[in-house]
């Protein structure tokens, strides 16, 4: 079936350390994204690539980062530069196209302690 | 970016129709209108868009103004299982700038 996967649903580390989120999309979609959500609040944009090779800084990007080596990939990186890294974060992905609608994962929860 | 303006929150009893309304006034002539729903801890799935016609499918029906300035989310029948937190927002369909955001969105309360 095709979807998009993020992995680990649950995700506990220690402050100070760097933590990758994994996100694979075998939909073939050109364009991925990712999102914080922080409770009782909406989606946020951290990063969003349009294609390999090539990403955007969202409205929130500082103390992460990312990388779109494949087109079924883009890792976000939670560094210890971001002061407040406990939130759930979605990862989304899209056609180019304007009209197609957008696949989310079931996002990952991050607790820092 | 094209802003979209909700409720933050509505609230209906099973059974009955919902309408959720948003407000784009500053939409463009190549915006396509989107909604999502997101159930509490789960990312969001998407429930229908449409451009200048009202809009049908199994989910819900989009209902969009002459003027394009706002447009309304119809759920027939709530049923619990719809208590959710509703997402308008506006996507363009050319262009280079695929940029995708989301707002507060309106959470739907459906009491039994």
């Given at each position: 079936d095709g979807g998009i996967t993020q992995s680990p649903k649950y995700l506990f580390r220690k402050e100070g350390q760097n933590v990758t989120l994994s996100c694979e999309q075998n939909l073939n979609h050109d364009a991925m994204y990712w999102y914080r959500q922080d409770p009782g609040q909406g989606l946020r944009l951290i990063y969003y690539s349009q294609i390999v090779n090539d990403f955007q800084k969202g409205d929130i990007a500082e103390g992460y980062s990312v990388s779109r080596e494949k087109k079924e990939s883009f890792p976000l990186t939670v560094t210890s530069a971001q002061k407040n890294p406990t939130a759930f974060y979605l990862c989304a992905s899209t056609p180019q196209k304007g009209q197609a609608s957008a696949f989310f994962g079931q996002g990952t929860r991050l607790t820092v302690v | 970016d094209a802003k979209t303006t909700q409720p933050n929150s509505m609230e209906s009893n099973e059974e009955e129709p919902v309408h959720l309304p948003c407000n784009h006034?500053?939409?463009?002539?190549t915006d396509y209108i989107h909604w999502y729903r997101q159930l509490p801890s789960q990312g969001p799935e998407y429930v229908i868009h449409g451009l200048t016609s009202n809009v049908n499918n199994r989910m819900a029906s989009l209902a969009i103004a002459e003027d394009r300035k706002s447009s309304t989310l119809i759920l027939h029948r709530a049923t619990l299982r719809d208590a959710a937190v509703y997402y308008c927002i506006l996507r363009g369909a050319g262009g280079s700038n695929y940029k995708l955001t989301f707002g507060k969105g309106t959470l739907l309360t459906v009491n039994p």
């Open positions: - | 006034s500053t939409i463009s002539g």
